[in-house]
């Protein structure tokens, strides 16, 4: 008898290049995988901001987390939610989303990133990103992705220093794509490319697309979200292994230069 939970969140960031939040918020979704005998009940609690509240009397420094948006599975009691914000529902077999949430409030964006352009004479320019993972060292993050946009016109891209991973110029994309496999908690990075630009007739400036980034952060929820219990009543009695686990993921996650 086992119930697997997935917190799974797709986190959206938009910054300026003053390095001002112009956009923060989650779509996060809550996968459950049960293998139950007989007809169980389930109770599950998550760190809910009218509950913590109300019902936390602890010095807990967790204030809870604020739900714009959800919807929730079928099997799972609304009336008892409307009550007490518990999500009670007898679960159906194998793998069910039990619910989607939207959060705008105090995200925690897991990457911080300091760009830099500076022109050197006509037809070059050099550019500088320092990326620093602001989740716990005892987190690492994977497969992350940086695509660093060129001018339309670059001739070639060089890579002159890259503290971990690779980068190279992908004329394909038009930037500077820097991989990297596995990313520390609070550990910083940064690379430093120099951009030879073609001639062109005309002298327009510049606009510059932004930054991209594209990751999957293990054991981080970038809305603060946790699960604060999950009960299995069956008459039975049995006690099952439970599996809880979280995950971030980069949705549209851009910072301006």
Known sequence: NEVHIDVVENVNILMSAKRESLRADVAGQILVKCQLSGMPECKFGMNDKLVMSSADKTRSTDKGIALDDYRFHQCVRLSKFDVDREITFIPPDGVFELMTYRITENIESPFKLLPNVKMLGRNKLELSLQVTAMYDKN????????????????????????????????????????????????????????????????????????????????????????????????????????????????????HRI
């Open 139 to 254: 987190i690492t993050a994977t497969n992350v992705q940086i695509d660093i946009p060129c001018p339309k016109n670059t001739a070639r891209g060089i890579v002159h220093k890259i503290d971990h991973g690779r980068a190279r110029f992908e004329p394909s994309k038009g930037a500077i794509v820097w991989r990297i496999r596995r990313f520390p908690g609070r550990h910083e990075y940064t690379v430093l490319a120099e951009v030879e630009l073609a001639s062109t007739v005309t002298d327009k400036q510049w606009v510059k697309p932004p930054i991209t980034m594209s990751f999957d952060v293990p054991q981080f929820t970038a809305s603060g979200l946790r699960v604060r219990f999950l009960k299995v009543q069956e008459k039975s009695n049995y006690k099952p292994v439970k599996w809880i686990r979280y995950l971030t993921r980069a949705g549209s996650y851009q």
